[in-house]
T-cell receptor, first 115, second 109 residues
């Protein structure tokens, strides 16, 4: 059974803190993604990665960075958390991009509150 | 980035009703199309792919009109368990999936 695991489900952080959100997938997928989801705004792509040590900016990369040192792990980093980064963060992975909708799997989400 | 647009709803229907959701996409280079379902406070999950010839899965029928850049999802004989948000999703080769903002369906008894 495919699994995308987001280790931190619920976090409360203070403004200015550095925050790490970890994501691990067990299906040897090349592609990994980080989205955030907010009411009325839908899913917005932050960063994605097609290979180890490779990253591409999505639609809203400002205030975020990512790290992909190993194929199975894709980390999202908030260098200095701000209250407008309070959101639900979704990690996803897929096998390839040509038909990735059929093979994209999401983690259960990380609910981050910045106070 | 080009957008995918959906009517946000909510659609409030009684059990047994037929309901249709529509979605338009702006980039004609889009190649693959999908409907995802998302339950409250859960992650999105693939409901079905959408093909030009139309495809059906039980009570669910999806249609694609490439000329009009339009995708639809029809749900027949609605069940309480169909209550969820339905996301229209578009893919172009070499890019990440583009999600619509979702249409909320509430089925009541």
């Amino acid at each position: 059974d495919v699994k995308v695991t987001q280790s931190s489900r619920y976090l409360v952080k203070r403004t200015g803190e550095k925050v790490f959100l970890e994501c691990v997938q067990d299906m040897d997928h090349e592609n990994m993604f980080w989205y955030r989801q907010d009411p009325g705004l839908g899913l917005r792509l932050i960063y994605f990665s097609y290979d180890v040590k490779m990253k591409e900016k999505g639609d809203i990369p400002e205030g975020y960075s990512v790290s992909r040192e190993k194929k199975e792990r894709f980390s999202l980093i908030l260098e200095s958390a701000s209250t407008n980064q309070t959101s639900m963060y979704l990690c996803a992975s897929s096998l390839d991009t040509s038909d990735s909708g059929n093979t994209i799997y999401f983690g259960e989400g990380s609910w981050l509150t910045v106070v | 980035r080009k957008e995918v647009e959906q009517d946000p709803g909510p659609f409030n229907v009684p059990e047994g009703a037929t309901v249709a959701f529509n979605c338009t996409y702006s980039n004609s280079a889009s190649q693959s199309f999908f409907w995802y379902r998302q339950d409250c406070r859960k992650e999105p999950k693939l409901l079905m792919s959408v093909y030009s010839s139309g495809n059906e899965d039980g009570r669910f029928t999806a249609q694609l009109n490439r000329a009009s850049q339009y995708i639809s999802l029809l749900i027949r004989d609605s069940k309480l368990s169909d209550s969820a948000t339905y996301l229209c999703v578009v893919n172009m080769e070499g890019t990440a999936l583009i999600f619509g903002k979702g249409t909320t369906l509430s089925v009541s008894s």
